[in-house]
């Protein structure tokens, strides 16, 4: 599904009609390159190798709600250049656990860098192995009625994010 939105020109939809667990141990989902929202309730994707889901430079307008990442190697979530990106009411937990197979020993439920006007909102972090969200350069980053608990670290970590808000967390 994401290798169909990724050769399509704009904004895609993947709705999973059904609810269970997606096991990617062998190789992780492709990258994320074309916007796309994710609509995954009653879905977990676990295992990872690498992250659960990675988005890049054109994926700009992105989203995810309802999905569940557990047990990825790395994050749960990794984003590099996405403007506007949106998760909502998702589940990160576990992640950074497995080790990495670069040999890192670190991992957050949601990592992202060099992206502006992310929105994260009514998301649960449980026991990441480093930090609950970490973000650098990412100006203007809201966080609103997310819940923490039992992060390495920090539940939410921002480097360079000016403009950002935390409430109600």
């Known amino acids: 599904a994401i ?8 904004a895609d939809q993947i709705i ?3 609810a269970g667990t997606i096991d990617v141990t ?6 994320i390159t074309d916007p796309v929202d994710i609509l995954g309730t009653g879905i977990s994707i676990a295992n990872s190798p690498i992250h659960g889901l990675d988005f890049v ?3 700009a307008g992105s989203s995810v709600t309802g999905l569940a990442i557990t047990l990825s190697s790395i994050h749960g979530i990794n984003g590099n250049g996405v403007d506007n990106l949106s998760l909502t009411n998702c589940d990160f937990s576990f992640n950074g656990t497995l080790g990495s197979p670069i040999g890192n020993s670190f991992g957050n439920g949601v990592s992202i860098i060099n992206s502006s006007d992310v929105t994260i909102s009514g998301c649960n972090f449980n026991t990441n192995r480093e930090n609950g969200t970490y973000m650098e350069n990412c100006p203007s980053a809201t966080f ?8 390495g670290f ?5 480097i ?4 950002s808000s935390i409430t109600n967390n």
């Open 3 to 10: 290798n169909a939105a990724n050769s399509t020109g704009g």
């Open 16 to 18: 999973f009609s059904v």
């Open 26 to 31: 062998s190789s992780s989902l492709p990258l």
């Open 57 to 59: 430079s054109g994926s």
């Open 144 to 151: 609103m009625n997310n819940v923490v608990n039992s992060s």
């Open 154 to 158: 920090h539940g939410f970590i921002i």
């Open 160 to 163: 360079a994010g000016g403009n």
